[in-house]
């Protein structure tokens, strides 16, 4: 079955930086789209990032874009959000989802637990 | 940026009674939506895309419709297991994707 497992988070300060990953399993990886979807404690989803399936394509909403960067290593089954500057706006917790396709669709049909990412000083 | 705009913000609603959740898109999305549930401490679980169609093991008391600007999310009759929050999201125009703020059902 497919499964996705994020870990990276923790509390970190303000401007610092922290990378995100998030283990795959359970279907062939290097064949689909994936997304970064994040949520503030209590409130709504707010989509972050998508890769394509071979990494070319990379998408980002403008609150983070120029801060965060998202990668693929097929070799290991991983995606990664490399989080840089961070604010506390950025405090949420973090998941990962599948894109059903190989070219992004825009849709998320599994995601991971999340893990939770604390900015403060 | 597409706003999506969900109503109510909570629905009051009896086990087995039908629930109607509405979700407004501020352009049109043609039929590129889909519709989310979460459960308290659990991560979101994809329901419906395309408008209409269910996802995988989704139950058929699971129906949406709509296209264009205005969609419906129905729960013909509610278990105990669909007191949930529920999130609209088009994938229409992008990036970038976007969610609506949400529905909670709660057992009335």
């Known amino acids: 079955q497919v499964q996705l497992v994020e870990s990276g988070g923790g509390v970190v300060q303000p401007g610092r930086s922290l990378r995100l990953s998030c283990a795959a399993s359970?279907?062939?990886?290097?064949?689909?789209?994936m997304h970064w979807v994040r949520q503030v404690p209590g409130k709504g989803l707010e989509w972050v990032s998508v890769i394509s399936f071979d990494g070319r394509d990379k998408y980002f909403a403008d609150s983070v874009k120029g801060r965060f960067t998202i990668s693929r290593d097929t070799s290991k089954n991983t995606l990664y959000l490399q989080m840089n500057s961070l604010t506390a706006e950025d405090t949420a917790v973090y998941y990962c989802?599948?894109?059903?396709?190989?070219?992004?669709?825009?849709?998320?049909?599994?995601w991971g637990q999340g893990t939770l990412v604390t900015v403060s000083s | 940026e597409i706003v999506m705009t969900q109503s109510p913000a909570t629905l009051s609603v009896s086990p087995g009674e039908r629930a109607t959740l509405s979700c407004r898109a501020s352009?049109?999305?043609?039929?590129?939506l889909a519709w989310y549930q979460q459960k308290p401490g659990q991560a979101p679980r994809l329901l419906i895309y395309?408008?209409?169609t269910r996802a995988t093991g989704i139950p058929a008391r699971f129906s949406g419709s709509g296209s264009g600007t205005e969609f419906t999310l129905t729960i013909s009759s509610l278990q105990s297991e669909d007191f949930a929050v529920y999130y609209c999201?088009?994938?229409?125009?992008?990036?970038?994707?976007?969610f609506g703020g949400g529905t909670k059902v709660e057992i009335k």
């Open positions: 395309g408008t209409s």
């Open positions: 359970g279907f062939t990886f290097s064949s689909y789209a």
């Open positions: 352009q049109s999305v043609r039929s590129n």
């Open positions: 989802a599948r894109d059903p396709g190989i070219a992004v669709t825009g849709i998320a049909d599994y």
């Open positions: 999201q088009q994938y229409n125009h992008w990036p970038p994707l976007t």
